[in-house]
Nanobody, 125 residues
């Protein structure tokens, strides 16, 4: 069982900053990519940013230049630094690990996708 737990959401004024964290735990053998998605009321979930081990970092068009994704593999943690926040950034932010090899040698491994429970970011104007 693999879990992702987000933290760091809250209320901030327009132009302010927040830093989100997401910690992965459980029987993780390997975890190549970790990312952030968001979903605003009445809208579809959209990619915010994704980071891959030894691979490219991608950002959604609306956040590039303002948000920065990073990770600490030793801590199985991914961060999202959000600067110059705008009211349209208001959403529930979800942590995602799309391809986790989970399990243990004794019982075997399987490839799973994992989502966190989400953390609310509200930006006031």
């Amino acid at each position: 069982q693999v879990q992702l737990v987000e933290s760091g959401g809250g209320l901030v004024q327009s132009g302010g900053s927040l830093r989100l964290s997401c910690v992965a735990s459980g029987n993780i053998f390997s975890m190549n990519a970790m990312g952030w998605y968001r979903q605003a009321p009445g809208k579809e979930r959209e990619l915010v940013a994704i980071i891959r081990n030894g691979g490219p970092i991608n950002y959604g068009n609306s956040v590039e230049g303002r948000f920065t994704i990073s990770r600490d593999n030793a801590k199985n943690t991914v961060y999202l630094q959000m600067n110059n926040l705008k009211p349209e950034d208001t959403a529930v932010y979800y942590c995602n690990a799309p391809s986790v090899v989970a399990g243990e040698r004794r019982t075997g491994y399987k490839l799973v996708e994992v989502w966190g429970q989400g953390t609310l970011v509200t930006v006031s104007s």
